[in-house]
Structures are given as C-alpha cells and as structure tokens.
C-alpha cells in the first residue's frame, strides 16, 4: 500500500524558515517524480514545487521561487522542502504528491498534509 | 502562468442528477490535464488524466472530455459520496496550475 507521511510542520514567525519532509512507502522512490502542493486555510489548491525522480530537474511557483528549495535523498526515501523567508501568505495545509506518470504532472497518491502557520 | 477558470464555483443537485463541471485554459493545453475530488478535511483524490482517462479504482459515472482550452467533467448519477469539491490542473507548462474549485452539494 502506498503512503505519503509529512512531518515538519508548525508555528514559525514571519521570516523564519522551515524544513518539511516527506517519507513515502509501498512503491519504488527513486523511480517517481514528486511534489508538493499547499491549501491556504478555507482556499483551494496551489502546486508549489516538482521535482525528477533523479533530482536533476525542479520547477517553481513564482510565488515560492527564491525563498523554497525542494529536494531529495532516494538513499533515504526522503523528500524535503526547505522554505526560507517565510510570509504569512505561505500559512497553508502543505501536501506531498506521488506522481503518476513520466511527465511529473498528476498525482496518484497524496499525503495527509501539514500545517505550517507563520505569525508572529 | 496558464490560468484555470471553474463553473460553476458551486452547484446544488440530488441525489441520481447528472453534473457537469467545465474547466477553460487561458491558453491550449492540448489534453494535459487532470481532475481530483477533494473531501473536507482529506487529501485530494485524483480521478482523470489526460482529459479522459479514469483513474484506477474511480466509479464508471465519472467521465472527462475536452482538448485544447475547454474541457469538462461528468458525474452520470450523482451518489451521496460524491459531494465535494472538485478541481482541474494543467500540467502542460510550468508552473502546473489548479482551478478554484468547484463545490457540489446536496439540493
């Protein structure tokens, strides 16, 4: 059975940074592109970030481009996302995605979330 | 950025009603795009890709249509399990981009 588990969530004041990670299980990690996509309380989907089953390729949201950095340790089944300069716009339900097919753009499996606020 | 634009952003139907969802590209997609459900509370589920194809496991009354920059998702009979809210995304260009949103619930 496929799962997606996110940790690293919480209250972090405006500017402040923030690791998120992701640990998947019950399909072949380094074999799948992934992503993270977030929803601002109340709000809908925003896709925040993608990153290649080998880490050579990442895209951004404009919104988080500078300031987020996605990576990955397939040696740890681990996805990351480093977010840096934190604003309160960036408080969302952030979610890891599995995607399905070679081209990295939909997700088949998704994690349960987690909340990072930012406010002082 | 490829913006996605959903209508209605709600509807309210019954039970055994057909929906239709439409979602248009800004621009032409081709048919890189894809629907999820979203429960309150839950993950987003995904149910088509590539405009048409039904995910694995997805009920048959579920269908999507539509290429370039319109595009539409079909509930045949809507069933109690179906009120949520629901959402299309392009993945033909960077960033991928989400409609708001469409909200079905219960007449």
């Known amino acids: 059975e496929v799962q997606l588990l996110e940790s690293g969530g919480g209250l972090v004041q405006p500017g402040g940074s923030l690791r998120l990670s992701c640990a998947p299980s019950?399909?072949?990690?380094?074999?799948?592109?992934m992503s993270w996509v977030r929803q601002a309380p109340g709000k809908g989907l925003e896709w925040v970030s993608v990153?290649?089953?080998?880490?050579?390729?990442?895209y951004y949201a404009d919104s988080v481009k500078g300031r987020f950095t996605i990576s990955r340790d397939n040696s740890k089944n681990t996805l990351y996302l480093q977010m840096n300069s934190l604003r309160s716009e960036d408080t969302a339900v952030y979610y890891c995605?599995?995607?399905?097919?070679?081209?990295?753009?939909?997700?088949?499996?998704w994690g349960q979330g987690t909340l990072v606020t930012v406010s002082s | 950025d490829i913006q996605m634009t959903q209508s209605p952003s709600a509807l309210s139907a019954t039970v055994g009603d057909r929906v239709t969802i439409t979602c248009r590209a800004s621009?032409?997609?081709?048919?890189?795009l894809a629907w999820y459900q979203q429960k309150p509370g839950k993950a987003p589920n995904l149910l088509i890709y590539?405009?048409?194809s039904v995910q694995d496991g997805v009920p048959s009354r579920f269908s999507g249509s539509g290429s370039g920059t319109e595009f539409t998702l079909t509930i045949s009979s809507l069933q109690p399990d179906d009120f949520a809210t629901y959402y299309c995304?392009?993945?033909?260009?960077?960033?991928?981009?989400f409609g708001q949103g469409t909200k079905v619930e219960i007449k």
């Open positions: 621009r032409t997609i081709s048919t890189w």
């Open positions: 995304q392009q993945y033909n260009s960077y960033p991928w981009t």
């Open positions: 019950g399909f072949t990690f380094s074999s799948f592109g």
């Open positions: 590539t405009a048409s």
């Open positions: 995605a599995k995607a399905k097919g070679p081209g990295n753009g939909f997700y088949d499996y």
């Open positions: 990153i290649s089953s080998n880490a050579y390729a990442t």
